[in-house]
């Protein structure tokens, strides 16, 4: 079930790119995040593959969805109202999916939250800042709609690399899946800090 106003995968392809390619993971007992969950496409697979899966979303209109369509398909999937890891903790994961907004416009809705991440891309600058003690596999899917590059800096920034796992050009638009990992120079400069004390 999606409400209108909620993010549908009809409108991109990179659910379902994204979905093929964690389906070849073993995800049978693992703990699943999807952050901004949207339908609840990316949820309801890996649920369906085994994982505990918790779906998390700030439009609480997907979430209504969710559970509703949860239990048509008998499907476990917990549903939390969130702001990316607002009121979940990152630590309880295994792994974490990302199909985040990525188009830089202040959102004037929560339906537009789906497409754009804020004028200086702070949905990546929040998203970056929250994850440093993660140690779940965190893969994020992007288009080259984006401004990768931008987004590039600020994972680094904050000390992380985008290392790319996977990509696939659908029609004319190229998609590419990220593992998002700490840098080599933030587990140094860790390393250096802890040996200090």
């Not at 800096?153 to 590419?176: C, H, M, P, Q, Y």
Request: proline share 4%; charged share 25%.
């Amino acid at each position: 079930m999606i409400y209108p106003g909620v993010f549908h995968p009809r409108f991109t392809f990179s659910t379902k790119f994204f979905v093929d390619h964690f389906l070849n993971l073993n995800l049978e007992d693992k703990r699943v995040l999807e952050l901004g969950c949207g339908s609840g496409l990316i949820s309801f697979h890996a649920a369906a593959k085994g994982a505990t899966v918790t779906a998390t979303d700030i439009n609480p209109q997907a979430l209504h969805g969710i559970e509703e369509s949860a239990l048509i398909n008998r499907l476990a999937v917990e549903v939390l109202h969130s702001d990316l890891f607002e009121n979940v903790r990152p630590e309880d994961f295994d792994y974490i999916f990302i199909n985040p907004p990525y188009y830089p416009k202040k959102p004037d809705s929560l339906e537009e939250e789906a497409w754009y991440c804020g004028q200086d891309f702070e949905y990546f600058r929040k998203l970056f800042s929250q994850i440093e003690h993660v140690a779940a596999t965190i893969l994020m899917i992007l288009s080259e709609d984006c401004q990768i590059e931008k987004i590039r800096s600020i994972s680094s920034g904050a000390g992380f690399d985008l290392v790319k796992v996977d990509e696939k050009r659908i029609f004319t638009e190229l998609n590419w899946i990220f593992k998002i990992t700490r840098n080599s120079s933030a587990k140094e400069d860790k390393l250096s800090s802890a040996n200090t004390h």
